[in-house]
């Protein structure tokens, strides 16, 4: 039984590291995939934990142990692991094998649905949006100073806690139609117990975003950055839309994520195709993304879709250019993120596999459910606008909640 916490006076996300390693309970969820695949299993007493996301011999461990269990039956569907990687390259991983009965399972196990909106007693913003603005004109001024400096993206959490536990099945259920099958839709274990919980919390979540995946010797990627929010006008939502494929700020934005991209898997590939940046949409957002594919020159384990993961994490849709200065920039003004914004997939003993960006998504234990979104800050970059724009990423997981954002502002202590 999960213990519920109440609220702590101070920001959640200064209380997400150091990283404990977990005692996994059996029995929680490992769900991964679109609405018309999912993988989906439960945990046992295995998995794979490492203190470092980017340790390339955890990746190999996994693939090596993926192999041994799939050699005796190989005409079986491949041993398959699902888990995430931190945000930070040094912070934890966890991965889970996925029972062979459920492996097989290629049409999804219906999700459940959720009756009726989910009871709010409580919600917190962190930090509120006065913070937020604060932390994002803190970025600009580093941004317009520095001498390399481009790009950060700058988060916040909505902290909800609900008057009976939630089940992250259920907030599937209602994602998948919410979302229109849009998304990459995920709950498996964080790789890390927030301080006050008792046990691990699920990273639960929809991203529009994939981060890699791969299929043989064809490798994919859609990354995004340059965002606005829908409206339900018709006629404004198309505006907006061709306002953002028109914006030079965003066009920038997001020339840096995808450039990131090509640039790390162009060495690895006999030809890379760059198509975009093109509009797509979720259910509160337009996005500008760049469809990336190419076939790998040499597809070798040590190149399975985890290690691609790992090799990408974190693009700068989510930390920003360059790298190291955008995590030092995130670690102070924002505070430690876990598993949220990381990346969240599976791999197989071939080395195929698909990962997400963890976005539009949440850690939920028991009563709790802390969502995040953040926005690409960049010198050009208006407070308010990249304020808007973390709200309406917000209400993808609300609608989930069957909350709208009214609802929850209501409720805002
Ligand atoms: C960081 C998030 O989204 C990312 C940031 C985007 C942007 O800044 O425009 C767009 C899509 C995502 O790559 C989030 O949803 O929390």
Same mark, same amino acid.
């Given at each position: 039984?999960?213990?519920?916490?109440?609220?702590?006076?101070?920001?959640?996300?200064?209380?997400?590291?150091?990283?404990?390693?977990?005692?996994?309970?059996?029995?929680?969820?490992?769900?991964?995939?679109?609405?018309?695949?999912?993988?989906?299993?439960?945990?046992?007493?295995?998995?794979?934990?490492?203190?470092?996301?980017?340790?390339?011999?955890?990746?190999?461990?996994?693939?090596?142990?993926?192999?041994?269990?799939?050699?005796?039956?190989?005409?079986?569907?491949?041993?398959?692991?699902?888990?995430? !990687?931190?945000?930070?390259?040094?912070?934890?991983?966890?991965?889970?094998?996925?029972?062979?009965?459920? *492996?097989?399972?290629?049409?999804?196990?219906?999700?459940?649905?959720?009756?009726?909106?989910?009871?709010?007693?409580?919600?917190?913003?962190?930090?509120?949006?006065?913070?937020? /603005?604060?932390?994002?004109?803190?970025?600009?001024?580093?941004?317009?100073?520095?001498?390399?400096?481009?790009?950060?993206?700058?988060?916040?959490? /909505?902290?909800?806690?609900?008057?009976?536990?939630?089940?992250?099945?259920?907030?599937?259920?209602? /994602?998948?139609?919410?979302? &229109?099958?849009?998304?990459?839709?995920?709950?498996?274990?964080?790789?890390?117990?927030?301080?006050?919980?008792?046990?691990?919390?699920?990273? %639960?979540?929809?991203?529009?975003?994939? =981060?890699?995946?791969? &299929?043989?010797?064809?490798?994919?990627?859609?990354?995004?950055?340059?965002?606005?929010?829908?409206? +339900?006008?018709?006629?404004?939502?198309?505006?907006?839309?061709?306002?953002?494929?028109?914006?030079?700020?965003?066009?920038?934005?997001?020339?840096?994520?995808?450039?990131?991209?090509?640039?790390?898997?162009?060495? /690895?590939?006999?030809?890379?195709?760059?198509?975009?940046?093109? %509009?797509? *949409?979720?259910?509160?957002?337009?996005? =500008?993304?760049?469809?990336?594919?190419?076939?790998?020159?040499?597809?070798?384990?040590?190149?399975?879709?985890?290690?691609?993961?790992?090799?990408?994490?974190?693009?700068?849709?989510?930390?920003?250019?360059?790298?190291?200065?955008?995590?030092?920039?995130?670690?102070?003004?924002?505070?430690?993120?876990?598993?949220?914004?990381?990346?969240?997939?599976?791999?197989?003993?071939?080395?195929?596999?698909?990962?997400?960006?963890?976005?539009?998504?949440?850690?939920? +234990?028991?009563?709790?459910?802390? %969502?995040?979104?953040?926005?690409?800050?960049?010198?050009? +970059?208006?407070?308010?606008?990249?304020?808007?724009?973390?709200?309406?990423? !917000?209400?993808?997981?609300?609608?989930?909640?069957?909350? +709208?954002?009214?609802?929850?502002?209501?409720?805002?202590?």
């Amino acid at each position: 039984m999960t213990a519920t916490v109440p609220f702590a006076t101070e920001p959640f996300a200064e209380r997400l590291e150091p990283a404990v390693q977990p005692a996994i309970p059996p029995g929680m969820p490992l769900v991964f995939g679109s609405t018309d695949r999912l993988l989906q299993g439960r945990t046992t007493d295995r998995h794979w934990w490492s203190a470092r996301s980017n340790d390339t011999a955890y990746a190999d461990r996994i693939i090596a142990d993926l192999q041994a269990e799939s050699r005796p039956d190989p005409g079986a569907s491949p041993a398959t692991a699902i888990g995430t !990687l931190s945000f930070r390259p040094d912070a934890p991983a966890l991965f889970f094998p996925l029972a062979a009965a459920d *492996r097989a399972q290629s049409v999804p196990a219906r999700l459940p649905m959720r009756r009726s909106p989910v009871q709010l007693l409580g919600a917190r913003e962190l930090p509120d949006p006065g913070g937020y /603005l604060e932390n994002v004109n803190q970025a600009i001024a580093r941004l317009r100073g520095g001498q390399n400096a481009a790009k950060v993206v700058l988060g916040r959490w /909505l902290d909800l806690e609900t008057a009976t536990p939630l089940d992250p099945l259920a907030v599937l259920g209602s /994602l998948a139609t919410t979302s &229109r099958g849009a998304v990459r839709l995920f709950a498996v274990p964080a790789p890390a117990v927030p301080e006050g919980d008792s046990e691990p919390a699920i990273l %639960l979540g929809a991203s529009p975003e994939l =981060l890699v995946s791969r &299929r043989g010797r064809l490798v994919r990627s859609t990354p995004m950055a340059g965002s606005v929010p829908r409206s +339900s006008d018709p006629a404004t939502d198309a505006l907006r839309a061709h306002a953002l494929l028109d914006s030079v700020k965003d066009g920038d934005e997001h020339r840096y994520v995808a450039d990131a991209v090509a640039a790390a898997l162009r060495p /690895l590939c006999d030809g890379l195709v760059v198509d975009g940046p093109k %509009l797509m *949409r979720t259910d509160t957002v337009w996005h =500008l993304a760049t469809e990336i594919h190419g076939r790998l020159s040499d597809p070798n384990l040590d190149l399975s879709a985890l290690h691609l993961a790992q090799l990408l994490q974190p693009t700068p849709a989510v930390g920003g250019t360059p790298t190291d200065w955008a995590l030092d920039v995130i670690a102070e003004l924002e505070g430690a993120r876990s598993c949220v914004a990381g990346a969240v997939g599976w791999v197989d003993a071939a080395g195929d596999g698909s990962y997400a960006v963890g976005i539009r998504s949440g850690l939920l +234990s028991g009563r709790r459910l802390r %969502l995040f979104a953040g926005a690409g800050i960049v010198a050009a +970059s208006d407070p308010e606008s990249e304020l808007m724009e973390t709200e309406a990423k !917000l209400a993808t997981m609300l609608g989930g909640l069957g909350l +709208s954002t009214a609802a929850v502002k209501g409720m805002i202590r």
